[in-house]
Every structure is written in C-alpha cells, then in structure tokens.
C-alpha cells in the first residue's frame, strides 16, 4: 500500500516537470526576399481595325511586399510624352488617340517602394481608313405631323452626337416596311417605309402614345455585325407627358433617347455585351475606354455602376448611376452630369458616354465631349 502511494508521488512530480519546461528556442524564420511587382493583363485595346482609333490601353499591377507603386507608362504613338501614374495597385486604363496606320508600341516600368522595378511592353497595329474624309453621318426621319420646334430639337440631339463621333461606319442597307403597330414604336418604319442605303445610322422620330410616364423613349432595331447601329426610332409620347410646358428640356431629352439608339444601355448587343458584368438588378460595366474616364483613385475593376431600381425595363442596368455609393465607390461621384446617367435628368455628353460608346465599337472624340450647357438651349 505504501508503496503504491510513492509510485503516484513520483509520476506527479514528473508530470509537473514536463508540464512547466519551456519549449526548445527556434530562430525567427529569415525574411522573405523582396520581390519585384507583378504587371499583368498590359494590353492596348480598341474597337476598330483602321487608323485613327482611339485605344486604352489597360493593366493591373500586384506587389506581394505592400507599400504604394508608381508606374510609367511610355512611348505609344508619336508624340506621346512619357505618363507618371502613382498608386497604381489597382488596374488602370490610360486614353490615347491613334491617327495614323501602324504599329504602336507601349512600355510600362512599375516601381515599388523598395526601389524593385519590372517592366512590360504590348503593341497595337491598326490598318489604313479607306476614306479619311467620312465622318460620322446621323440621317434623321420625322414622322408627318411632328412639330417645328421638336424637328428642330431633333436636330440639335443629332448634332451633339455627331460632334463626338469621327470615322463613318461602312453603308448598309435597311428595310422598313413602315407598319407602325397602330402608332407604337415598331422598328419597322415609325415615318413610313424605307428602302435603301443608310450612312450611317437613320434615326425615326415620332410622337407615340406612351404610358410609363417617361415621355420619350430610344431604341436600336438594325445592327452591323460589329454593333454599331444602323437604325432606330426615338419615340415623343403624346400622350401622358405636355411637351409643350417641357419644350426648353426637349433637347437633352432627346440626345439621351438617341445615345440608346446608338446602344447605350438598349439592344441586345448592350446585354450581350462582353462588358457587362453583373446580376439582376446590380450590373457594371467594364468596358475598358469607359473605365479610362473615371478618377485615377477608383479601382477599374470594379467597373461603372449601372441603376439598379426603376423600371426593369427602360432604367435597371441602361444607365449609369448619378451618384454611386455602393460598398466598392463609397463617397464617390464620377459623373454628375452624364447625359446617360439616372435618365435624362442631367446635362452633357460627357467623356463618360462617349468611352462607352469607343467600347462598343464607335470611333469616337474623348476631347470634344460636349460640356456646353448652350448646346440643349432652345
């Protein structure tokens, strides 16, 4: 018995020996060696084949060591001074005007706050225009009975649009048979029939009865394989809206209708788009000319924030927000007077806009967008 109690004695003494002897000393482990930024997805990036275009041109770059990166981006084509863009952690889109056929090259060198740099380069070969003299033609169509002083707002819309697009898009030919499905916009001739060539997009205008309280409303219905719109209707509702008490903002109203004839936020391509990203009813989009217009302290990839409550047909995922505070944008206002943003309750064809639009396809004027309030006076 006693000795039973010693043997018990004895492993508990050895059991707090165990229990209280400190664990053996390592080494910290040695520091991992500074490694240089990564730089991908560098690429120059356009919609058409033929000089002059514009490009973006486009990257992301990483830095497993943290701290803040400052990128160069360089060369391009002639001319070009050399772009310093700090805080560049984030993907960036640059804007640049290509006028000339051939190859463009661009250098890219990011440096970290080690002084680790690594560089890139991505080139760009576009073709000759076979017509440098055909600029960007809007024929516009008046359903009979229109109003003078709507004829003549029609008139100043398609003036805003063509001063920002540049290159003409190849001639098609359209069809219309011009039944109008009892006075409701067909896409099938809202002024009559037509047959013929078009160069290059005819746009019919015409008062509609409408009942979603808009007043107004665009849409594309022919397309060239590449997207580009060859025809539409914009639709005047005469029956739930008084133009006549609205005539100062009829203008601007009908530049908007006439921006989703072209195909922002409208048609088939727009939802096919590869740049659309999203679910229903949050979209953005991610086109990158478009992404070049927002402020440099904006993460591109998070794209531009499309409305998401309205109609969910007309307003969820056509237009760009007015004022963005979804979690990724807290706080911030890219646009606050886009001419597609939240309707049609702002001003200007902006740069905003006219990126869209060189995504899709167009050849476009990023520096004569029109800020000019003169331009929707009437």
């Not at 490694?35 to 356009?46: D, H, K, L, Q, R």
């Not at 290159?167 to 037509?194: D, F, K, R």
């Not at 409408?210 to 590449?226: E, F, I, K, M």
């Not at 072209?262 to 979209?283: H, T």
């Amino acid at each position: 018995m006693r000795r039973a109690i010693v043997s018990v004695a004895i492993a508990a003494s050895f059991g707090l020996l165990a229990a209280c002897t400190p664990p053996p000393v390592t080494a910290d482990p040695p520091p991992a060696p500074a490694e240089a930024p990564v730089i991908s997805g560098f690429a120059a990036v356009t919609g058409r084949a033929a000089a002059p275009a514009p490009v973006a041109v486009t990257f992301r770059v990483s830095d497993v060591n943290g701290g803040p990166l400052t990128c160069v981006l360089d060369d391009g084509p002639s001319g070009q001074p050399p772009r310093t863009i700090p805080n560049c952690e984030h993907r960036v889109s640059g804007e640049y005007d290509m006028p000339a056929a051939g190859t463009a090259t661009w250098s890219l060198t990011a440096t970290d706050s080690g002084g680790l740099s690594t560089a890139a380069t991505t080139s760009l070969t576009l073709g000759s225009n076979s017509d440098p003299t055909d600029n960007f033609n809007i024929t516009l169509r008046f359903a009979p009975g229109l109003p003078d002083w709507q004829i003549a707002a029609a008139q100043q819309a398609a003036a805003n649009w063509e001063h920002v697009l540049r290159s003409g898009e190849p001639t098609a030919q359209v069809w219309l048979n011009g039944n109008t499905m009892g006075g409701l916009i067909s896409l099938n001739g809202l002024a009559g029939p037509y047959s013929g060539d078009v160069d290059d997009v005819m746009i019919d205008v015409g008062p509609v009865p409408t009942t979603n309280g808009r007043g107004a409303y665009g849409q594309p219905g022919v397309r060239r394989s590449d997207g580009t719109t060859v025809y539409g209707v914009v639709a005047i509702g005469n029956a739930d809206f008084d133009w006549n008490s609205q005539s100062s903002h009829l203008p601007m109203v009908l530049t908007h209708e006439m921006g989703h004839v072209l195909g922002i936020g409208s048609g088939n391509d727009w939802w096919n788009s590869a740049w659309l990203s999203g679910f229903f009813p949050e979209y953005s989009f991610k086109g990158p000319h478009a992404s070049a217009e927002v402020p440099v302290t904006f993460d591109a990839t998070q794209g531009i924030p499309l409305v998401d409550t309205g109609l969910p047909i007309g307003d969820i995922g056509a237009h760009p927000k007015l004022g963005v505070s979804d979690r990724s944008w807290t706080g911030q206002h890219f646009t606050t007077s886009d001419i597609m943003a939240e309707c049609w309750w702002s001003g200007e064809v902006s740069r905003l806009s006219v990126g869209i639009l060189r995504d899709m396809g167009y050849d476009t004027v990023p520096d004569s967008a029109v800020y000019a309030p003169a331009y929707y006076s009437y």
